[in-house]
């Protein structure tokens, strides 16, 4: 009996040191490649841009000018749009769904790595109809949260296709 328990206890341990070795890493955790990095066309979004120059600066990710085997990420276009999801009993709005849409391409010298490429990011958040201007405000920081996310969408795609340069 105590032979079958410490196989199943060795077992268990080489399976453990095993997973540990093979290099296993959580989803969501960033391994950066990129150092420096180009921005073209922050005026098309100067909020989305904002925001993804401040993650930038967050992963100690300089932006410099263009130039051979520099990576650019090209802002095209944001939009953003509201819908109501839900009403009241009075066919008041009672939860609206905000969608917030970049539009980018990423480049490395003259080739485009990723082209015309659309990111999004919704929420949903419930309106007072006794509070519009606490419903305005959370817009607003629903809007800024948004653009933290596509900012840290676009880091991924950008380490995700960075790869070795040519």
Not at 68 to 93: K, Q, Y
């Amino acid at each position: 009996m105590w032979f079958l328990e410490s196989v199943v206890r060795y077992v268990v341990l080489a399976t453990l040191l095993g997973v540990a070795g093979c290099g296993f890493q959580l989803r969501g955790t960033e391994v950066g490649g990129v150092e420096v990095l180009n921005i073209v066309g922050a005026t098309a979004a100067p909020l989305s841009s904002r925001a993804f120059r401040q993650a930038l600066e967050d992963r100690d990710i300089q932006i410099v000018p263009a130039g051979a085997g520099v990576i650019s990420v090209h802002l095209l276009d944001e939009r953003s749009d509201r819908r109501s999801v839900a009403t009241t009993d009075l066919f008041n709005a009672a939860e609206y769904e905000l969608r917030l849409e970049l539009d980018v391409s990423i480049s490395r010298g003259g080739s485009f790595l990723l082209e015309d490429a659309t990111l999004v990011a919704q929420r949903v958040y419930a309106v007072d109809s006794n509070n519009l201007s606490a419903s305005y405000e959370e817009q607003a920081q629903l809007l800024s949260d948004m653009r933290v996310n596509l900012a840290k969408q676009l880091i991924r795609r950008v380490n995700f296709l960075a790869g070795p340069a040519p």
